[in-house]
């Protein structure tokens, strides 16, 4: 009985401080109320992850949202791939002239152009500079926007080294993967950390499955002292392929977006599925049209990020308890959908 009793009271402490524990941690923080230029109501974006891109699937998407007057950012490799039996290394980069002359066209256009890393594939320090040397050539300043890649072992702050609290880190090793990655260990040949925090201002970390970034992460973009070869991280929400991409931009969503007055930066792959059997997905085409016709400001990744960077008050760190918050809902979404 005795026995019994104090089983019951050790469970309802347990239970009492797992509910502290959840409130302290998802009650959402302050939601800042933003005024973007020329009086547009909320900020929205893509983010092209460049995976299984060529210009035969690209090239219709891109025309259409500059057709809309959408500007976005896309990254690109620089180098072929080394390891094309891995699916989502398979693409065009800049060794194509054809390919490189249409990114060319498009940053002319008021596109951003910005790195997905060396290539498709591992990459050492030696062959990383000079690939980030092309690309300052090719586009005429380094990159603003790095995006990791996959499972490339020069990815910074990958892996279980997304996390910042240390319980988050275990549970990710024994739940999802235990590869480790390099870009910011020095003395590591993949090491190229120290490029990133010369010469790149942001690099994105989670995807959400909010539409309204600042409801997940009022106060990014963010410097996090744990990461200090990354100047400034941001957030995205999750629209990974054509499906999920339309999943997120319903028309609840978009109308939600513009109440709230939010900031949406989709991270997807343009390449995966957007433009199938020679047409262009027609729910996609019917989202973006919708959202077009709102009063949104569209333009690229950096823009928005220096925007919300140089024209608000405080500190751009996180507190313990928003970055813990952040890790805590992006495991639970990725148990759930499998978030990128
Ligand atoms: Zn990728």
């Known amino acids: 009985m005795q026995i019994k009793l104090t089983f019951k ?57 500059d057709e ?88 910074l702050y990958w892996g279980e080294d997304k996390f910042s609290f240390y319980p988050f880190k275990l549970l990710y090793r024994w739940m999802f993967s235990n590869k480790k990655y390099y870009g910011h260990v020095p003395g590591s040949e993949y090491f190229w950390g120290d490029l990133v925090r010369d010469y790149v201002t942001y690099v994105v970390n989670f995807s959400f499955y909010d539409i309204n970034l600042l409801k997940i992460n009022p106060s990014f973009p963010y410097f996090n002292p744990d990461k200090p070869y990354v100047n400034y991280w941001f957030h995205s929400s999750e629209g990974a392929d054509v499906y999920r991409m339309n999943e997120l931009l319903t028309k609840e969503n978009v109308d939600r977006l513009e109440e709230e007055g939010g900031v949406c930066l989709v991270y997807t792959h343009l390449a995966r599925d957007f433009y199938k059997d ?42 313990f308890r928003e970055k813990t918050r952040l890790e805590i809902i992006w495991l639970y979404e990725k148990l759930i959908h499998g978030s990128s």
């Open 68 to 155: 809309l007057g959408l500007r976005t950012t896309k990254t690109v490799w620089v180098l072929p791939s080394n390891d094309t039996s891995q699916w989502a290394n398979r693409g065009a980069c800049l060794c194509d002239s054809a390919y490189t002359a249409y990114i060319l066209d498009l940053q002319s256009r008021g596109f951003e152009i910005a790195l997905h890393g060396a290539r498709g594939g591992d990459s050492k320090r030696g062959e990383i500079i000079p690939a980030f040397e092309k690309y300052k050539e090719t586009f005429g300043a380094y990159p603003n926007i790095h995006i990791n890649h996959a499972v490339n072992t020069d990815n």
């Open 278 to 319: 020679d047409s262009l997905n027609a729910t996609f085409r019917k989202h973006m049209k919708y959202l077009a016709s709102k009063e949104g400001w569209f333009v690229p990744a950096s823009e928005i990020l220096d925007y919300l960077r140089l024209h608000r008050e405080g500190e751009r760190t996180l507190s």
């Open 9 to 65: 009271k050790i469970s309802l402490s347990f239970a009492a401080i797992l509910i502290l524990f959840c409130v302290y941690f998802l009650y959402p923080p302050a939601y800042p109320e933003i005024t973007f230029p020329d009086g547009k109501k909320f900020a929205f974006t893509i983010v092209d992850d460049t995976d299984n891109a060529i210009l035969e699937n690209i090239k219709p998407v891109y025309e259409f949202l």
